[in-house]
């Protein structure tokens, strides 16, 4: 199945965008993130996380609340078929980041058992580079979040949030905790 391509990102740093902070704020306070399952100590958001070494996609994700996951973006299919998995045994939601591209094949492959493909409208987001730790403008996509939920059945429903709302409701957290 065909996955994202078209990044202009060196070899060894393309895997590695962090969430920006405001952005993931925002969807813990919706979900309450424990676990962020495709991390490392660089770039996790989360207390618990799973690291290239732990390998995310052979382990189980153990977890005391929702999962987040901003998967390596050079390769989708098997998060998305981890996902699924992991929702039925964790009984635990699960929320992936990924590339707002309806064509590809990992796209299919999700609206067979995701819940909830939630559009994020009105820009595209500045994720955090590895390398410097600064903000990067110019992602050439969009992005949208799979949704599974581990009580309902596959909606497989599709609904959209504004992009800038997500990063104000995520800076008014930091304000909170500055």
């Not at 590695?16 to 306070?29: M, R």
């Not at 959209?160 to 995520?170: A, F, Q």
């Amino acid at each position: 199945m065909s996955d994202f391509g078209g990044s202009n990102t060196p070899p060894e740093l393309k895997d590695l965008w962090q969430t920006p902070l405001p952005l993931f704020l925002a969807l813990d306070l919706e979900f309450g993130f424990y676990l962020d399952a495709a991390a490392d100590t660089q770039n996790t958001l989360c207390a618990h996380y799973l690291t290239e070494r732990d390998n995310a996609l052979e382990c189980d994700w153990v977890s005391h609340g929702a999962i987040f996951c901003n998967p390596p973006y050079s390769k989708i299919s098997p998060w998305i078929e981890k996902a699924a998995i992991e929702c039925r045994k964790q009984l635990q939601p699960i929320v992936i980041l990924v590339p707002s591209d309806t064509s590809v094949g990992w796209f299919k492959l999700a609206m067979e058992t995701v819940d909830e493909v939630r559009l994020i409208t009105g820009g595209r987001i500045s994720f955090i580079n590895a390398e410097t730790q600064k903000t990067v403008n110019g992602n050439n996509k969009g992005s949208l979040l799979l949704i599974w939920r581990p009580f309902t059945r596959s909606r497989r429903i599709i609904t959209t949030i504004e992009r800038d709302y997500l990063i104000n409701v995520g800076n008014n957290e930091i304000r909170k905790i500055a």
